[in-house]
């Protein structure tokens, strides 16, 4: 028996409830934790988790390792922070690797880790703003082959600042940041290399900051370059011509006056030239170290590093999705309700959702087919057909154990 088919108010469940999530923030352990702690919890549901978990986190791994072991394998010969070897021996291994194969791959266990991929209306109106604690990067999406990007954890952040038209003093800011976030980009040059990038607590308005790029100098940076740059050179200008009595006592011919009025023009030309030229220089650098200070301690993995992440956060997601849904199975069961196929499927959602709010997790779109057909193929829910029983009056069972 296969869970494809919703009744017509799971449907319309789901559609209210399409801006929801179904990113679960919590740690299976987490989540046992916070079920003993709460006052309605079913003891002996919490027991049978507890003789389940270790096989049910057994066999996701291995489904999980089985199904994304070619793309971690063959991201090996595209990892740009590979070890170096012979350039023929490694062209020759990356042109077997389809980066576009590996990106789709990428993209599958994402979604198996309930990320989701941010639109491109999403990512160009980063582009436009930056947060207090950001910086405006101007990005050339031609120099990109391919540039996706994907987030959950959709949530409001909170941090201190101090402004001058508050005196300075510390105030709080509230805005909206995702939890975790992950960029896959191929460069146009060099290629043949594929870049992943892990960055956890960025705000909306930064995502920018993560995509290679030049820093744009903001209006009040060039005031405080071009003003007093054009205000010293006028300054000098006017006192060089103001001298140039001393030099004309000194030239035989009145000509000489207006050739050093020139050179004394041009010279301090060249000289505010190479002044502004290092306070640009300067600048650019300032807002790179702001860059870098705010993405220090939010950057999570690059590269390999971020597949491998990626395979133990889709690990997790599915393991607390088990258990919040064997929980719930197992509850009904000791209270004697039966679980009728096409009847319970849109309570047991509504059951799931309600626990993970009741618990403090927040409101969450919990996958019920994807986690009912796997405790189906883990046997730790029986079927009507496989109990060889009528699937249209039958109801499920819960392995026994």
Same mark, same amino acid.
Request: a positive charge.
């Given at each position: 028996?296969?869970?494809?088919?919703?009744?017509?108010?799971?449907?319309?469940? @789901?559609?209210?409830?399409?801006?929801?999530?179904?990113?679960?923030?919590?740690?299976?352990?987490?989540?046992?934790?916070?079920?003993?702690?709460?006052?309605?919890?079913?003891?002996?549901?919490?027991?049978?988790?507890?003789?389940?978990?270790?096989?049910?986190?057994?066999?996701?791994?291995?489904?999980?390792?089985?199904?994304?072991?070619?793309?971690?394998?063959?991201?090996?010969?595209?990892?740009?922070?590979?070890?170096?070897?012979?350039?023929?021996?490694?062209?020759?291994?990356?042109?077997?690797?389809?980066?576009?194969?590996?990106?789709?791959?990428?993209?599958?266990?994402?979604?198996?880790?309930?990320?989701?991929?941010?639109?491109?209306?999403?990512?160009?109106?980063?582009?436009?703003?930056?947060?207090?604690?950001?910086?405006? @990067?101007?990005?050339?999406?031609?120099?990109?082959?391919?540039?996706?990007?994907?987030? =959950?954890?959709?949530?409001?952040? =909170?941090?201190?600042?101090?402004?001058?038209?508050?005196?300075?003093?510390?105030?709080?800011?509230?805005?909206?940041?995702?939890?975790?976030?992950?960029?896959?980009?191929?460069?146009?040059?060099?290629?043949?290399?594929?870049?992943?990038?892990?960055?956890?607590?960025?705000?909306?308005?930064?995502?920018?900051?993560?995509?290679?790029?030049?820093?744009?100098?903001?209006?009040?940076?060039?005031?405080?370059?071009?003003?007093?740059?054009?205000?010293?050179?006028?300054?000098?200008?006017?006192?060089?011509?103001?001298?140039?009595?001393?030099?004309?006592?000194?030239?035989?011919?009145?000509?000489? =006056?207006?050739?050093?009025?020139?050179?004394?023009?041009?010279?301090?030309?060249?000289?505010?030239?190479?002044?502004?030229?290092?306070?640009? =220089?300067?600048?650019?650098?300032?807002?790179?170290?702001?860059?870098?200070?705010?993405?220090?301690?939010?950057?999570?993995?690059?590269?390999?590093?971020?597949?491998?992440?990626?395979?133990?956060?889709?690990?997790?997601?599915?393991?607390?999705?088990?258990? @919040?849904?064997?929980?719930?199975?197992?509850?009904?069961?000791?209270?004697?309700?039966?679980?009728?196929?096409?009847?319970?499927?849109?309570?047991?959602?509504?059951?799931?959702?309600?626990?993970?709010?009741?618990?403090?997790?927040?409101?969450?779109?919990?996958?019920?087919?994807?986690?009912?057909?796997?405790?189906?193929?883990?046997?730790?829910?029986?079927?009507?057909?496989?109990?060889?029983?009528?699937?249209?009056?039958?109801?499920?069972? @819960?392995?026994?154990?």
């Amino acid at each position: 028996m296969t869970f494809v088919a919703r009744s017509a108010a799971s449907a319309v469940c @789901i559609s209210m409830q399409a801006d929801l999530e179904s990113f679960i923030p919590v740690h299976p352990n987490e989540f046992q934790l916070a079920l003993e702690r709460w006052d309605n919890c079913d003891q002996e549901a919490c027991e049978f988790l507890h003789s389940h978990k270790a096989s049910l986190a057994r066999q996701i791994h291995q489904r999980l390792h089985q199904r994304f072991r070619e793309l971690i394998e063959g991201y090996t010969f595209l990892d740009p922070d590979r070890e170096a070897t012979d350039s023929q021996i490694a062209s020759t291994l990356a042109t077997g690797v389809s980066i576009k194969e590996l990106v789709d791959a990428t993209e599958e266990l994402l979604l198996e880790a309930n990320y989701r991929r941010l639109t491109p209306s999403q990512i160009y109106r980063a582009l436009r703003a930056a947060s207090a604690w950001g910086a405006k @990067i101007k990005i050339r999406f031609s120099d990109y082959k391919r540039l996706r990007v994907y987030a =959950r954890g959709d949530t409001v952040g =909170r941090r201190v600042a101090r402004r001058w038209y508050r005196l300075y003093r510390k105030n709080e800011f509230s805005f909206p940041i995702y939890r975790q976030l992950v960029v896959v980009f191929e460069r146009s040059s060099p290629s043949g290399q594929l870049h992943l990038r892990m960055f956890k607590n960025i705000p909306h308005a930064d995502v920018d900051m993560l995509l290679p790029g030049s820093v744009k100098i903001s209006w009040l940076d060039q005031g405080k370059i071009g003003i007093p740059t054009l205000w010293g050179f006028s300054v000098t200008v006017t006192r060089l011509m103001r001298s140039m009595w001393i030099l004309a006592l000194l030239g035989a011919v009145e000509i000489f =006056r207006a050739i050093w009025m020139y050179i004394a023009v041009a010279l301090a030309g060249i000289l505010y030239s190479i002044k502004l030229f290092f306070s640009y =220089r300067h600048a650019r650098n300032r807002q790179l170290l702001n860059v870098a200070q705010s993405l220090y301690f939010q950057t999570l993995s690059n590269n390999k590093g971020v597949l491998l992440r990626l395979q133990d956060e889709a690990e997790q997601q599915w393991l607390s999705q088990a258990l @919040i849904l064997l929980y719930v199975l197992r509850s009904w069961q000791n209270q004697g309700i039966e679980l009728h196929p096409l009847e319970s499927i849109e309570p047991l959602d509504q059951a799931s959702e309600e626990l993970l709010e009741q618990l403090g997790f927040g409101k969450i779109d919990f996958d019920i087919q994807a986690s009912l057909r796997f405790l189906v193929e883990a046997k730790l829910l029986m079927t009507p057909d496989s109990l060889g029983r009528d699937s249209e009056k039958g109801a499920w069972e @819960i392995a026994k154990g």
